[in-house]
């Protein structure tokens, strides 16, 4: 019981339909195994409530809230809902993320730049500044946003790595403006993951899927096997309860030592 008693909006907190688990839906579960009373938000409100479903069969406490967090009226109206709901916000968790459409300098549209960036990274700035009033008037608080460790390698994916890259300029600049106040921001930055978002698209494009994990599976130092879910869910749990309560501003790489390989 890790984070009882907190209450947590996990922000993308549904998935993309898979054979294996999302991060969003992975780090719902372990929240509410561990205590927390769970707002589970997602634009696609079926896959939010999917998720409700396992937290309630699980024993665990849950509502579901459909919103797009590009947009400042429905972050709004998130921190509302949950004030409303539970009377208070302990716990932010962004994990939002897209890269559909993205390429290279030379064949990336504007067009699918403004939307990774809107996605990727203005959701995150929207939905803290949504919550951050509660938390700062409570003194207590802690934010956890989803990067990449694209931020840091060299990926051929340009609005991703950027957007990713800015994520994290984002929450180390959260941590020191909130830090007085009792406000901790923290990033965790995945490595290949064997999830429904990043696995799917080439299945649907036609790619074996045992030879996209086996390839996926080779490029990972520890071990030679992509993360799961639960890799992120475990490492969001560590940051959002009392044992980090001395550490904001951290990227933390979950990877399995992709971003420290050489050569």
């Not at 009033?133 to 956890?144: H, Y």
């Not at 990067?147 to 929450?171: D, E, I, M, R």
């Amino acid at each position: 019981m890790r984070v009882e008693g907190k209450v947590a909006i996990v922000v993308g907190a549904g998935q993309t339909p898979g054979e294996t688990i999302g991060n969003g839906r992975a780090t719902s579960i372990l929240l509410a195994r561990e205590g927390a009373r769970v707002m589970l938000v997602d634009r696609r409100l079926d896959s939010a409530q999917e998720t409700e479903k396992l937290i309630r069969d699980d024993g665990g406490e849950a509502f579901s809230f459909e919103a797009d967090v590009t947009k400042s009226d429905q972050c709004q109206a998130i921190a509302k809902a949950c004030v409303d709901q539970f009377a208070r916000i302990d716990i932010l968790h962004n994990n939002v993320g897209i890269g559909a459409g993205d390429g290279n300098v030379n064949n990336l549209t504007e067009e699918a730049w403004h939307r990774i960036m809107n996605v990727n990274l203005t959701s995150m700035l929207l939905t803290c500044k949504a919550v951050l009033p509660v938390m700062r008037e409570q003194r207590s608080g802690s934010i956890v946003n989803i990067s990449s460790v694209a931020a840091v390698c060299a990926v051929p994916l340009l609005a991703y790595k950027v957007s990713k890259a800015g994520v994290n300029a984002l929450t180390q600049q959260i941590a020191m403006a909130n830090a007085s106040r009792g406000v901790r921001c923290n990033a965790i930055m995945p490595g290949l993951m064997n999830t429904p978002m990043a696995i799917e698209a080439w299945v649907s494009m036609g790619a074996d899927r045992e030879q996209i994990v086996a390839g996926r599976d080779s490029q990972v130092p520890l071990g030679g096997k992509q993360g799961t879910a639960w890799d992120v869910a475990n490492a969001a749990l560590f940051l959002h309860s009392d044992e980090a309560k001395f550490i904001t501003g951290v990227l933390l790489p979950v990877d399995g030592g992709q971003s420290v390989k050489v050569g």
